[in-house]
């Protein structure tokens, strides 16, 4: 019998061997088959990041921010919806969500971005964010003069 694992599995095997319209179908249906299980924010994630190394940035957006809705504390998910959100530019929306998970949880993969973030003041990016993301570095133990 077909479970939920199994399938996930067969999933990113194919992604992993380079299939990834085949990975694709496979995700799509463990969320047809399974649409209250406890992990559809992670196959969410994983079919955002296929979707992104398809090129489909806007397919990749919408399973991300579905990811962060059914898991809100999912920093991995958060911070591809925060990239996907840049490479569309639109910055406002990747900011936001940025804001979004550093209000409510600590930093761990964030931490690097928020070091990109420091730079990037310095260089006249985001500066109408500016004591926010300062403020966010301090807190996450980041340094906003960052070296």
């Known amino acids: 019998m077909t479970t939920i694992d199994s399938m996930f599995e067969l999933a990113t095997d194919l992604r992993d061997n380079g299939e990834l319209k085949t990975s694709v179908e496979v995700l799509l ?7 209250n299980d406890k992990s559809l924010g992670i196959v969410y994630s ?6 992104d190394d398809l090129g489909e940035r806007n397919n990749a957006l919408h399973s ?18 925060y990239v996907t959100y840049a490479s569309l530019d639109r910055d406002e ?9 550093l209000k409510q949880f600590p930093a761990k993969l964030y931490k690097t971005t928020l070091e990109e973030l ?19 570095a301090k807190l996450n133990g980041v340094s906003p003069t960052n070296k």
Not at 94 to 101: G, H, K, N, P, V
Not at 118 to 136: A, F, P, V
Request: glycine fraction near 6%.
């Open 29 to 35: 249906k463990i969320l047809d088959n399974y649409p």
């Open 46 to 51: 994983v079919l955002g990041g296929v979707y």
């Open 64 to 81: 991300f921010k579905k990811a962060t809705e059914l898991n809100p504390e999912y920093e991995l998910a958060s911070l591809w919806l």
């Open 93 to 101: 929306e990747a900011i936001s969500e940025l804001f979004r998970f």
């Open 118 to 136: 420091i730079d990037g003041l310095k260089d006249g990016y985001m500066t109408n964010y500016k004591s926010e993301i300062i403020r966010l």
